[in-house]
C-alpha cells in the first residue's frame, strides 16, 4: 500500500511562487494517478492538479491551469506542484491523493475508494 507525505507548505506572500512536494512510501507509484487537493477555511475539498505517473497526461483545475505545474518529483517516487502568482484566497489545507484508478468528472480526478490520502500540508498565503 501507498503512503504519502506532503513537504513545502508554510506562508507564502500574495505574488510569490509555492512549492509541494508529495512524497511516497510503501510502495511506488507506478500504475497510479497523484493529485494534488486543497481545502480552504470553510469549504469543500476541491481539486487542483494531477498527473499520471507512467505516462504524461496531466490534468489541471480550469480556474488554476495558468499558474500551475505539476510534475514528477526531484527526488524518486515523488509528485511535485508549482503554483506561480498565488493569491490570498489560495490559502488552504493542500493534500496529496494517489489513486491506481482514475476516474474524471468534467476532466478532473474525483477521488475513489481505492485511492489513498496524505495527512495534508497547510499553505497560508499573507503579507
Known amino acids: 500500500q501507498v503512503f504519502l507525505r506532503e513537504s513545502g507548505g508554510g506562508l507564502v506572500q500574495p505574488g510569490g511562487s509555492l512549492n509541494l512536494s508529495c512524497g511516497a512510501f510503501g510502495s511506488d507509484l507506478n500504475g497510479h494517478t497523484v493529485s494534488w487537493f486543497r481545502q480552504a477555511p470553510g469549504k469543500k475539498r476541491e481539486f487542483v492538479a494531477g498527473?499520471?505517473?507512467?505516462?504524461?497526461?496531466?490534468f489541471y483545475a480550469p480556474a488554476l491551469k495558468g499558474r500551475l505545474a505539476i510534475t514528477r518529483g526531484s527526488v524518486e517516487n515523488a509528485v511535485d506542484l508549482q503554483m506561480n502568482d498565488v493569491k490570498v484566497e489560495d490559502t488552504g489545507v493542500y493534500f496529496c491523493?494517489?489513486?491506481?484508478?482514475?476516474?474524471?468528472?468534467?476532466?478532473?480526478?474525483?477521488?475513489?475508494?481505492?485511492?489513498?490520502w496524505g495527512p495534508g500540508t497547510q499553505v497560508t498565503v499573507s503579507s
Open positions: 498527473l499520471v505517473w507512467s505516462g504524461s497526461m496531466r
Open positions: 491523493y494517489a489513486d491506481p484508478n482514475l476516474r474524471l468528472v468534467n476532466n478532473e480526478v474525483d477521488p475513489t475508494t481505492t485511492g489513498v
